[in-house]
């Protein structure tokens, strides 16, 4: 889970980390009233949209007035801001944060991952702040700098001074960068978040750090004991069905390829994608209904997956353990007269009462076409697109 640079910044604050004075807004008499508020003579309207490179893609501007503030927030309230993160589709701005612009002396990255290869928590720094850090990653990746974490002990001072040290922030910023540093990992840690990163960490004139721009993720599975957190949820900001999807109990994740996925299981989900791959066809998304599927989730299952237009083929591939392939035939059956299915369905069962569910297909009118593995399976819905695909 995602949330906006506002609310990253209203929890870091709790935690030593400074930031600019600023609020947000959802339109432009809003803005100019804030901006008279917090005071200054400069400041910066951006853009709150799940997404980087807001800078590079016009959804971070500065005024030198308070009508100059109101003409930008008008600007980019409603507009579609297309980033390299969101697609050419772009992402509609509905609120704006306005803050007190500084003057930068210098930009740094601090970020905190979760290094998959350690299984840690590691501490990553650069002075090549504010641009798009991959890219220092992949050009220079000598001027990024590491420390992993030890979970038993968390950050330790001399980490940050290390780290501190490497970047260049000295002398009276180095009692400031600890105190970040440490804040942002605390930050992480109390909330369950995946990843916590501050770009750009600025130096302002009056030499003090301050975080202009911060970005956080949450680890899904543990929203529930964080309710702080879930509460920070933006909807307009997920794909519809991935929320109508969670609604329902199923989990959906959207992809960009054309063979609608069924399936029970994430471990036979991953199986199923990878089949597809490998006889030279694309997922349109990952779908796992999970155990004790009821004909109504297979309904809803077929339902999302179909609101893709991109879809051509549905494969349904069931293992059933807890579930049982008459119940998943029942929603099939239910699904294909209720919602005027069209597009070719492919179905591989196996498990709990398959045979009853084969005679609950075979039953009905419904031209279906059955598999008798996962790789038969994979192999007839590729060949069914590539046909639909060369008809047209
Ligand atoms: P991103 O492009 O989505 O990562 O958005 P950022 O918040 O990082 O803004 C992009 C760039 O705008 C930053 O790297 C800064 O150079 C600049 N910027 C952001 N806030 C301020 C500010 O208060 N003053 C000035 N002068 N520049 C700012
Ligand atoms: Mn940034």
Redo the contacts with the bound molecule.
Sequence with gaps: MNIH?YQTKDLLKHYGVPV?PGRVVHNDAQAATVAEEIGGS???V??QIH???????G??K?GNSIDEVRAIADDILGCLLV?HQTGPEGRLVRRVLI??????ER?YYIGLVIDRATRRITLVASAE???DIEEVARNTPERIFREVIDPAVGLLDFQCRKIAYKVGLKGTLLPQAIKIMKGLYRCMRDNDATMAEI??L?I?DNGQL?A??A?MTFDDNATYRRPAISELRDFDEEDPKEVEATGHGLNYIALDGDVGCIVNGAGLAMATMDAITLHGGRPANFLDVGGGATPEKVANAFRIVLQDPAVKTILINIFAGINRCDWIATGIIQAMRDQNITVPIVVRLAGTNVEEGRTILNGSSFPFIIASNLNDAAAKAVTTVKSIVTHI
């Design positions: 640079e600019p400069r400041w910066v951006k853009a997404s980087g490179g807001r800078g590079k893609a959804g971070v500065a980033t803050e007190q612009a500084s003057n930068i930009e702040g504010g641009m770009n750009p600025a302002v301050l202009l721009d970005k």
